[in-house]
Antibody, heavy 118, light 110 residues
Framework: EVQLVESGGGLVTPGGSLRLSCVAS????????MSWVRQAPGKGLEWVGR??????????DYAAPVKGRFTISRDDSKNTLYLQMSSLKTDDTAIYYC?????????WGQGTLVTVSS | QSVLTQPPSASGTPGLRVTISCSGS????????VYWYQQLPGTAPKLLIY???RRPSGVPDRFSGSKSGTSASLAISGLRSEDEADYYC???????????FGGGTKLTVL
Protein backbone atom coordinates (compact mmCIF):
# COMPACT_ATOMS: atom_id res chain seq x y z
CA GLU A 1 0.00 0.00 0.00
CA VAL A 2 1.30 3.42 -0.99
CA GLN A 3 1.55 5.61 2.10
CA LEU A 4 2.99 8.94 3.22
CA VAL A 5 3.18 9.82 6.91
CA GLU A 6 4.13 13.32 8.05
CA SER A 7 5.43 14.28 11.46
CA GLY A 8 7.16 17.14 13.22
CA GLY A 9 4.38 19.68 13.43
CA GLY A 10 3.66 21.68 16.56
CA LEU A 11 3.57 25.10 18.14
CA VAL A 12 6.42 27.49 17.40
CA THR A 13 6.91 31.18 18.10
CA PRO A 14 7.29 33.72 15.28
CA GLY A 15 10.86 33.78 13.99
CA GLY A 16 11.42 30.19 15.06
CA SER A 17 12.29 27.07 13.11
CA LEU A 18 10.79 23.63 12.62
CA ARG A 19 11.59 20.56 10.54
CA LEU A 20 8.85 18.37 9.13
CA SER A 21 9.40 14.79 7.98
CA CYS A 22 7.44 12.62 5.59
CA VAL A 23 8.12 8.88 5.52
CA ALA A 24 7.13 7.05 2.35
CA SER A 25 6.30 3.39 1.89
CA UNK A 26 4.84 1.13 -0.77
CA UNK A 27 6.57 2.69 -3.79
CA UNK A 28 10.01 3.51 -5.18
CA UNK A 29 10.55 6.75 -3.27
CA UNK A 30 13.89 7.52 -4.93
CA UNK A 31 12.17 7.85 -8.32
CA UNK A 32 9.36 10.11 -7.12
CA UNK A 33 9.07 13.87 -7.45
CA MET A 34 7.79 15.00 -4.06
CA SER A 35 5.91 18.11 -3.02
CA TRP A 36 4.79 19.96 0.09
CA VAL A 37 1.37 21.62 0.08
CA ARG A 38 -0.18 23.53 2.96
CA GLN A 39 -3.67 24.53 3.98
CA ALA A 40 -4.33 27.34 6.44
CA PRO A 41 -7.32 26.83 8.76
CA GLY A 42 -10.53 27.11 6.75
CA LYS A 43 -8.65 28.07 3.58
CA GLY A 44 -7.71 26.47 0.29
CA LEU A 45 -4.63 24.56 -0.79
CA GLU A 46 -1.34 26.37 -1.29
CA TRP A 47 1.68 24.81 -3.01
CA VAL A 48 4.86 25.19 -0.95
CA GLY A 49 7.47 23.55 -3.15
CA ARG A 50 8.76 20.41 -4.82
CA UNK A 51 11.88 18.30 -5.07
CA UNK A 52 12.65 16.26 -8.15
CA UNK A 53 14.17 12.81 -8.00
CA UNK A 54 17.96 12.67 -8.12
CA UNK A 55 17.85 10.97 -11.51
CA UNK A 56 15.89 13.95 -12.81
CA UNK A 57 18.33 16.44 -11.36
CA UNK A 58 17.26 16.64 -7.72
CA UNK A 59 16.38 20.31 -8.06
CA UNK A 60 13.91 22.26 -5.98
CA ASP A 61 11.27 24.91 -6.70
CA TYR A 62 9.52 27.02 -4.09
CA ALA A 63 6.50 29.27 -3.85
CA ALA A 64 7.32 32.95 -3.51
CA PRO A 65 6.02 33.31 0.10
CA VAL A 66 8.46 30.67 1.41
CA LYS A 67 11.46 31.08 -0.88
CA GLY A 68 14.61 31.73 1.12
CA ARG A 69 12.98 30.56 4.37
CA PHE A 70 11.99 26.95 3.61
CA THR A 71 14.21 24.14 2.31
CA ILE A 72 13.03 20.81 0.93
CA SER A 73 15.40 17.85 1.02
CA ARG A 74 15.26 14.07 0.85
CA ASP A 75 17.07 11.02 2.17
CA ASP A 76 16.37 8.25 -0.30
CA SER A 77 18.08 5.70 1.95
CA LYS A 78 15.43 6.42 4.58
CA ASN A 79 12.52 6.98 2.16
CA THR A 80 12.06 10.33 3.83
CA LEU A 81 11.23 13.83 2.63
CA TYR A 82 11.96 16.87 4.77
CA LEU A 83 10.76 20.44 5.01
CA GLN A 84 13.05 22.71 7.00
CA MET A 85 11.21 25.89 7.93
CA SER A 86 12.90 28.96 9.39
CA SER A 87 11.96 32.58 10.13
CA LEU A 88 8.42 31.36 10.63
CA LYS A 89 5.57 33.84 10.48
CA THR A 90 2.02 33.64 11.79
CA ASP A 91 0.88 33.33 8.14
CA ASP A 92 2.71 29.99 7.97
CA THR A 93 0.15 28.44 10.33
CA ALA A 94 -1.36 25.55 8.38
CA ILE A 95 -1.66 21.82 7.92
CA TYR A 96 1.34 20.71 5.88
CA TYR A 97 0.89 17.79 3.48
CA CYS A 98 3.54 15.90 1.58
CA UNK A 99 2.39 14.44 -1.71
CA UNK A 100 3.34 12.86 -4.99
CA UNK A 101 1.26 12.99 -8.17
CA UNK A 102 3.32 10.38 -9.97
CA UNK A 103 1.17 7.64 -11.37
CA UNK A 104 0.68 4.95 -10.15
CA UNK A 105 1.99 6.11 -6.77
CA UNK A 106 -0.14 9.24 -6.41
CA UNK A 107 -0.66 9.80 -2.71
CA TRP A 108 -1.06 12.48 -0.05
CA GLY A 109 -0.15 12.14 3.60
CA GLN A 110 -2.61 12.86 6.40
CA GLY A 111 -0.90 16.17 7.15
CA THR A 112 0.80 17.68 10.19
CA LEU A 113 -0.34 20.90 11.85
CA VAL A 114 2.09 23.77 12.29
CA THR A 115 0.96 26.64 14.50
CA VAL A 116 3.04 29.82 14.60
CA SER A 117 1.98 31.93 17.54
CA SER A 118 3.45 33.87 20.44
CA GLN B 1 -6.65 36.14 -5.02
CA SER B 2 -5.64 32.96 -6.82
CA VAL B 3 -4.05 32.86 -10.27
CA LEU B 4 -6.65 30.22 -11.16
CA THR B 5 -10.30 31.17 -10.83
CA GLN B 6 -12.88 28.66 -9.66
CA PRO B 7 -16.47 29.32 -8.58
CA PRO B 8 -16.57 29.20 -4.77
CA SER B 9 -19.58 26.92 -4.78
CA ALA B 10 -21.56 24.55 -6.96
CA SER B 11 -24.53 22.31 -6.37
CA GLY B 12 -26.45 19.54 -8.03
CA THR B 13 -29.17 16.97 -7.57
CA PRO B 14 -28.35 13.27 -7.09
CA GLY B 15 -28.10 11.47 -10.40
CA LEU B 16 -27.53 14.58 -12.46
CA ARG B 17 -24.36 16.15 -13.88
CA VAL B 18 -22.39 19.11 -12.56
CA THR B 19 -19.35 20.89 -13.96
CA ILE B 20 -16.73 22.97 -12.16
CA SER B 21 -14.68 25.46 -14.13
CA CYS B 22 -11.09 26.60 -13.68
CA SER B 23 -9.95 29.69 -15.55
CA GLY B 24 -6.32 30.62 -15.97
CA SER B 25 -3.97 32.17 -18.50
CA UNK B 26 -1.48 31.35 -21.22
CA UNK B 27 1.33 30.91 -18.69
CA UNK B 28 -0.47 28.17 -16.78
CA UNK B 29 -3.48 26.31 -18.19
CA UNK B 30 -2.66 27.48 -21.70
CA UNK B 31 0.69 25.70 -21.70
CA UNK B 32 0.67 23.01 -19.01
CA UNK B 33 -1.28 20.02 -17.76
CA VAL B 34 -4.21 20.53 -15.39
CA TYR B 35 -4.79 18.40 -12.30
CA TRP B 36 -7.92 18.10 -10.17
CA TYR B 37 -8.17 17.14 -6.51
CA GLN B 38 -11.06 16.14 -4.28
CA GLN B 39 -10.97 16.94 -0.57
CA LEU B 40 -13.68 15.29 1.48
CA PRO B 41 -14.52 17.01 4.78
CA GLY B 42 -11.78 16.56 7.37
CA THR B 43 -9.51 14.53 5.10
CA ALA B 44 -6.42 15.00 2.96
CA PRO B 45 -6.85 15.86 -0.72
CA LYS B 46 -6.91 13.07 -3.27
CA LEU B 47 -5.84 13.17 -6.91
CA LEU B 48 -8.91 12.90 -9.14
CA ILE B 49 -7.69 13.86 -12.62
CA TYR B 50 -4.14 14.19 -13.98
CA UNK B 51 -2.73 15.55 -17.24
CA UNK B 52 -6.02 17.26 -18.11
CA UNK B 53 -8.26 14.24 -18.51
CA ARG B 54 -6.80 11.03 -17.13
CA ARG B 55 -8.09 9.22 -14.04
CA PRO B 56 -5.85 7.41 -11.56
CA SER B 57 -6.74 3.83 -10.82
CA GLY B 58 -9.75 3.63 -8.53
CA VAL B 59 -11.36 6.91 -9.55
CA PRO B 60 -14.83 6.25 -11.00
CA ASP B 61 -15.44 7.15 -14.64
CA ARG B 62 -18.22 9.47 -13.42
CA PHE B 63 -15.39 11.98 -13.03
CA SER B 64 -13.94 13.51 -16.19
CA GLY B 65 -11.67 16.42 -17.01
CA SER B 66 -11.25 18.60 -20.06
CA LYS B 67 -9.21 21.58 -21.16
CA SER B 68 -9.67 24.20 -23.84
CA GLY B 69 -7.35 27.13 -24.29
CA THR B 70 -6.82 28.78 -20.91
CA SER B 71 -9.73 27.08 -19.16
CA ALA B 72 -10.38 23.64 -17.77
CA SER B 73 -13.42 21.83 -16.40
CA LEU B 74 -14.20 18.95 -14.11
CA ALA B 75 -17.46 17.14 -14.79
CA ILE B 76 -19.17 14.80 -12.36
CA SER B 77 -22.01 12.73 -13.73
CA GLY B 78 -24.47 10.55 -11.81
CA LEU B 79 -23.98 12.79 -8.78
CA ARG B 80 -23.93 11.03 -5.41
CA SER B 81 -24.13 12.33 -1.85
CA GLU B 82 -20.57 11.12 -1.23
CA ASP B 83 -19.32 13.52 -3.92
CA GLU B 84 -19.98 16.40 -1.53
CA ALA B 85 -16.49 17.84 -1.10
CA ASP B 86 -14.12 20.66 -2.02
CA TYR B 87 -12.60 20.44 -5.50
CA TYR B 88 -9.36 22.13 -6.55
CA CYS B 89 -7.67 22.57 -9.91
CA UNK B 90 -3.89 22.90 -10.09
CA UNK B 91 -1.35 23.60 -12.79
CA UNK B 92 2.27 24.66 -13.23
CA UNK B 93 2.69 28.35 -13.96
CA UNK B 94 5.67 29.20 -16.21
CA UNK B 95 5.71 32.88 -15.19
CA UNK B 96 5.80 32.07 -11.48
CA UNK B 97 8.01 28.99 -11.91
CA UNK B 98 5.75 27.28 -9.45
CA UNK B 99 2.55 25.35 -9.10
CA UNK B 100 -0.71 27.14 -8.44
CA PHE B 101 -4.03 25.94 -7.05
CA GLY B 102 -7.44 27.35 -7.75
CA GLY B 103 -9.32 28.76 -4.79
CA GLY B 104 -11.46 25.64 -4.56
CA THR B 105 -15.12 24.89 -5.22
CA LYS B 106 -17.38 23.54 -2.52
CA LEU B 107 -19.81 21.07 -4.07
CA THR B 108 -23.14 20.53 -2.36
CA VAL B 109 -25.36 17.62 -3.31
CA LEU B 110 -28.91 18.75 -2.76
Amino acid sequence: EVQLVESGGGLVTPGGSLRLSCVASGFTFSKAWMSWVRQAPGKGLEWVGRLKSKTDGGTTDYAAPVKGRFTISRDDSKNTLYLQMSSLKTDDTAIYYCATDQIPWNCWGQGTLVTVSS
Amino acid sequence: QSVLTQPPSASGTPGLRVTISCSGSSSNIGSNYVYWYQQLPGTAPKLLIYTNNRRPSGVPDRFSGSKSGTSASLAISGLRSEDEADYYCAVWDDSLSGRVFGGGTKLTVL
